[in-house]
């Protein structure tokens, strides 16, 4: 896996930190796993209620919080 700048910083780790690895061993949320498997199957993107699309990760000693979506391209 490759990652943009904006994104390594979003999650605190370092290009060396992610590549050769599957963005889903980086994040290691079920949650995302999931949600991801889901769109792929519908073909169509997640409709999220009220925060249930936040992950929650540690950084430098303290939590973050990020929104993500899905949404596939066809």
């Known amino acids: 896996m490759d990652a943009n700048q904006a994104a390594l ?17 980086i994040i290691k949320q079920d949650r995302l796993f999931a949600d991801l498997k889901s769109c ?20 430098d000693k303290r939590q973050v919080y990020l929104e993500y979506f899905f949404s596939p391209v066809l």
């Open 9 to 25: 910083n979003a999650i605190g780790k370092s290009r060396g930190d992610v590549i050769g690895h599957h963005f889903l061993e």
């Open 40 to 59: 792929l199957e519908s073909q169509q993107a997640i409709v999220y209620d009220s925060h249930d699309n936040v992950l929650s990760i540690k950084k």
